[in-house]
């Protein structure tokens, strides 16, 4: 698939100081190019009845041009952006299955990676004065900032599952397995400001007027106020590897079914600064270990009807770049990682109620219970 969109769009910001005074009123006008493509492939081989390959693999690619002009009583600001993402994913799957279907094992091989680059975002920033006249300032007339990063990830699963049918119609599904994955980011990012530059005009007189000294953008010069900053805390490096087991028993018989199981993931979460940077943590690591527990029972009580309960332990874990002391100017807001970022776990009850008059209708009733707790 390939898509090219023009757009534009429109909005307002305002800005106060305290609850009530308005202070600023900015006008921006959006205008971009967008052009996506996508594609894939996917192939499945039986090598017999019992063995089945599938092997996906796509890639998708996204470009954006960008112009914004925001305007504000005394200032304008242009900025001018480009920026192209991808991925590319490839994806091999194995089905088995033995002893006429009763034991069936289940494995993947996943790779992934991911690219987000923009190498151009340039802001140009005007004075204007009652009269209406512009000037780009000597103090800051522009900046140029250069990001880009990439993700890789790694992962591989690996299932067992065997039934066996018991006496009195009662049947035990045996599971296990495991996982692995493997996830790293690299993340670059400079920034270089600069003012006007007129070698006509001595140093106090460089503000070059729009209309007198230029008229469009490439014919204003500049030159370096300020070099990159490459101790920026955006320029690092963040890994996160996952390794977890689980085993599962699952009982039913006639209007009963239990499910019980156990499963344990260690994480190692890490991140190290390219280069020493003045009031950050340069380099951090988070370690641990959890058990997560989970029971489920469903009895049916009458026609179409079931009662359940559950209860099952999780956990959330911040992203792996998340806790990289960083800083991403964005839009509207400012995003800031913080490297004391806990992972939380949580215990879940569940107790509901259900029904089914027809296939397209459900009557439900429950009760649900939650429990957060944050892991040091």
Same mark, same amino acid.
């Given at each position: ?38 594609? #894939? ?9 019992? #063995? ?12 954006? @041009? ?81 990001? #880009? ?52 005009? @001595? ?63 260690? %994480? ?41 309960? @559950? ?8 992203? !792996? ?5 960083? %800083? ?7 995003? #800031? ?17 259900? =029904? ?10 429950? =009760?649900? !219970? ?7």
């Amino acid at each position: 698939s390939i898509q090219n969109n023009n757009r534009g769009n429109n909005s307002n910001m305002y800005g106060s100081v305290g609850s009530d005074s308005l202070q600023s009123i900015t006008n921006r006008y959006f205008s971009e190019q967008q052009t996506r493509i996508g594609t #894939h492939a996917k192939v499945d081989y039986y090598l017999s009845k019992n #063995h089945k390959f599938t092997w996906y693999n796509g890639y998708m690619n996204f470009r954006n @041009s960008q112009v914004r002009d925001a305007i504000s009583e005394q200032t304008e600001t242009f900025r001018l952006r480009y920026n192209k993402q991808s991925i590319f994913a490839s994806i091999l799957k194995g089905e088995h299955k033995f002893l006429n279907d009763a034991l069936k094992i289940k494995w993947t091989l996943d790779f992934s990676k991911a690219t987000n680059k923009t190498p151009d975002n340039t802001q140009i920033n005007l004075t204007t004065s009652q009269t209406g006249m512009q000037w780009i300032t000597q103090d800051v007339g522009a900046t140029r900032r250069w990001e #880009h990063n990439s993700d890789k990830d790694k992962a591989g699963y690996l299932d067992f599952s065997y039934q066996l049918p018991m006496n009195g119609g009662s049947i035990w599904d045996f599971s296990m397995g495991g996982m692995y994955r493997d996830k790293k980011r690299n993340s670059f990012f400079n920034e270089y400001t600069f003012k006007p530059y007129d070698p006509s005009k @001595s140093t106090e007189q460089r503000t070059l007027i729009k209309g007198q000294d230029w008229n469009n953008f490439d014919e204003v010069k500049f030159e370096v106020k300020e070099y990159g900053n490459l101790s920026d805390p955006l320029n690092y490096d963040a890994s996160e590897k996952i390794g977890a087991a689980y085993t599962q028993v699952k009982y039913t018989r006639r209007k009963l079914q239990v499910i019980a199981g156990l499963r344990v993931e260690r %994480t190692n979460q890490g991140f190290n600064l390219d280069y020493p940077t003045s009031g950050a943590r340069n380099e951090g690591t988070q370690k641990y270990t959890d058990f997560l527990p989970d029971i489920h029972i469903k009895y049916e009580i009458h026609n179409n009807a079931n009662l359940r309960f @559950s209860y099952a332990k999780a956990l959330n874990r911040p992203s !792996f770049f998340e806790i990289v002391p960083y %800083t991403i100017i964005n839009e509207d807001y400012t995003e #800031h990682g913080n490297p004391d970022l806990l992972h939380t776990t949580a215990d879940n009850f569940d107790l509901r109620y259900e =029904f089914f008059p027809k296939p397209s209708e459900q009557i439900m009733a429950f =009760f649900f !219970f939650l429990k957060k707790k944050k892991t040091p």
